[in-house]
């Protein structure tokens, strides 16, 4: 399948859905997997930014990340260092932060030709504590971005 066919198939889910996830993976398993969205820039009055998550299975990943969304637009917020959005899991909110590494995100630079800002969703553990606190939980490997 030649980029072009995968730039149609991406292009065609964005029209539908406002945005796509693109999850990658190390076959060898030694980096996490980690998630991301393309698309999100596009909608309006969502500024020039995407959303990433690592640690967590594709499916489960992709739907973290279309609730994250989802949420932002009925809330009418914007991403901003430190939020906490509700509604995207049951019981716990997940907080946003500014990704430091554009370079594993290819797809928004395939796409849009820029590298947008990338916020990563955080989860908390099953104490509520992020991976950005001294206290969180590390056996729940969710690697900061």
């Not at 594709?58 to 991403?79: R, W």
């Not at 019981?91 to 990704?99: E, H, K, S």
Request: glycine share 12%.
């Amino acid at each position: 399948m030649g980029s072009s066919t995968i730039d149609d198939e991406t292009n065609r889910i964005i029209r539908r859905f406002g945005h796509t996830i693109r999850w990658v993976f190390d076959p060898d398993g030694v980096k996490p997997p980690f998630a991301y969205t393309v698309g999100v820039c596009s909608l309006p009055g969502h500024g020039d930014y995407e959303f990433a998550l690592a640690g967590l299975p594709a499916e489960l990943a992709g739907a973290v990340l279309n609730n994250t969304v989802d949420q932002l637009i009925l809330q009418g917020l914007k991403a901003t260092e430190g939020l906490e959005v509700t509604g995207v899991l049951v019981g716990f909110p997940v907080r946003l932060r500014r990704a430091t590494d554009p370079r594993p995100f290819t797809g928004m630079r395939a796409l849009f030709g820029h590298q947008p800002d990338v916020w990563q969703v955080l989860l908390p553990d099953v104490e509520g504590r992020f991976p950005d606190a001294g206290d969180y939980d590390g056996r729940q490997a969710q690697p900061l971005m």
